[in-house]
């Protein structure tokens, strides 16, 4: 299957402070990525959806202000945790897919980033 | 609104036993996708099956097999003869035949103790 990977996998930043995640294709065009966030012990849950060169559609009770999302090439989307509070640790997950439209393809998982605020 | 029902929240089983965990989805379209995932202790997410909606057929791969029941809205996942190596949390999910909108069940831990 197809690769996605993440980086960093873990980063413990102070409270305050902001912090960017990338989520990128390895080897396939995603016109499509999507971000999820899971709490210990909780079950994933989709955050927002980007897809390349247009603004993400954020899912109801997730701040765009605060979750900056930018899909600005077909292998990368960044999400940028904005004053990042200990609320917001968590691990948060991308998925990448090619195409869209009528045609259903694959969402394929990155390996997750542990976000830890103090 | 789509929604998926895993009411298992742990189950502790014995090494070699059969285990089955629960699935049960709501959806008001006619055409989706169903998924089983594995998460290990790593987090990482590792796929186990895409089912669409139109094919409801069983499948086996392995130790592992799947029930689909479009009339009782399940998609059943089955570990025959456990092992130690199957512990994790397992989640189902369904999502549109666009595949997007892809919402999770709660997920179910499942201990496999040797």
């Known amino acids: 299957g197809a690769v996605v990977s993440q980086h960093p996998s873990r980063v413990i930043c102070k409270s305050g402070t902001s912090v960017k995640i990338e989520c990128r294709s390895l080897d396939f065009q995603a016109t499509t990525m999507f971000w999820y966030r899971q709490f210990p012990k909780q079950s994933l849950m989709l955050m927002a959806t980007s897809n390349e060169g247009s603004k993400a559609t954020y899912e109801q009770g997730v701040e765009k202000d605060k979750f900056l999302i930018n899909h600005a090439s077909l292998t990368l989307s960044t999400l940028t945790v904005t004053s990042a509070h200990p609320e917001d640790s968590s691990f948060y997950i991308c998925?990448?897919?090619?195409?869209?439209?009528?045609?259903?393809?694959?969402?394929?998982f990155g390996p997750g980033t542990r976000l830890t605020v103090t | 609104a789509q929604k998926v029902t895993q009411a298992q929240t742990e189950i502790s089983v014995v090494e070699k036993e059969d285990v089955t965990l629960d699935c049960v989805y709501e959806t008001r379209d006619t055409t989706y996708y169903l998924f089983w995932y594995k998460q290990p202790p790593s987090g990482e997410l590792v796929f186990l099956i895409r089912r669409n909606s139109f094919d409801e057929q069983n499948e086996i791969s392995g130790r592992y097999s799947w029930n689909f029941q479009k009339s009782t809205s399940s998609f059943n996942f089955t570990i025959t003869a456990s092992q130690v190596v199957d512990s994790a949390v397992y989640f189902c999910?369904?999502?549109?035949?666009?595949?997007?909108?892809?919402?999770f069940g709660a997920g179910t831990r499942l201990t496999v103790k040797p």
């Open positions: 999910a369904l999502s549109d035949y666009n595949n997007n909108d892809m919402r």
């Open positions: 998925s990448a897919r090619e195409g869209g439209g009528l045609i259903s393809y694959e969402q394929y």
